[in-house]
């Protein structure tokens, strides 16, 4: 299974993503985006090319998105078990805030999002993953997205985008 993983578009209204991202999500079998749409059209817009789509809202997602989309997600693709979370607090304590959130769950990845730099590292059991901002480079020092292949095993990359 391929995935897409994204955060913080932080897109109102019309806002494109880049192409190259678009892309890869068509050719995906999921995308996975773990907070900060800003605008409801982002969360649409990903319904409409992807196959399937997993979502949370972040801090920065109003009231519209906090109807639809929960805090925090765990589930499943194929035997390993998935958590996704925006995370919140300073950066710095990311991996902090999010293994408490989710330490009775036994995952095998966590994503999220919040610090808007790519994060890809295993702590004890645990893939933590971060893809970046596709569109900010405020707290980046360049734009990224995430693919995660699962076959058997979890590959994780972070993709540069130009």
């Not at 019309?14 to 409801?40: C, Q, T, W, Y």
């Not at 969360?43 to 009231?63: F, P, T, Y």
């Not at 020092?141 to 130009?162: M, P």
């Amino acid at each position: 299974m391929k995935i897409v993983v994204i955060s913080d578009t932080h897109q109102e209204g019309s806002g494109e993503l880049p192409r190259e991202l678009i892309e890869a999500i068509k050719d995906s079998d999921m995308v996975i985006h773990a907070g900060d749409f800003v605008d409801l059209k982002v969360w649409e817009m990903l319904k409409s090319i992807s196959k399937e789509v997993k979502a949370v809202c972040g801090n920065m997602d109003g009231e519209e998105l906090s109807k639809v989309l929960p805090k925090k997600e765990i589930f499943k693709v194929g035997k390993f078990k998935i958590g996704i979370m925006h995370g919140s607090g300073a950066p710095s304590n990311l991996v902090a805030v999010l293994s408490e959130a989710f330490k009775n769950d036994n995952l095998d990845l966590i994503i999220f999002g919040h610090s808007h730099c790519a994060f890809n590292e295993k702590i004890g059991n645990t893939i933590f993953f971060n893809p970046g901002s596709p569109v900010d480079k405020i707290f980046a020092k360049f734009n990224s997205f995430g693919l995660i292949e699962i076959n058997g095993t979890i590959q994780a990359k972070i993709v540069k985008l130009e």
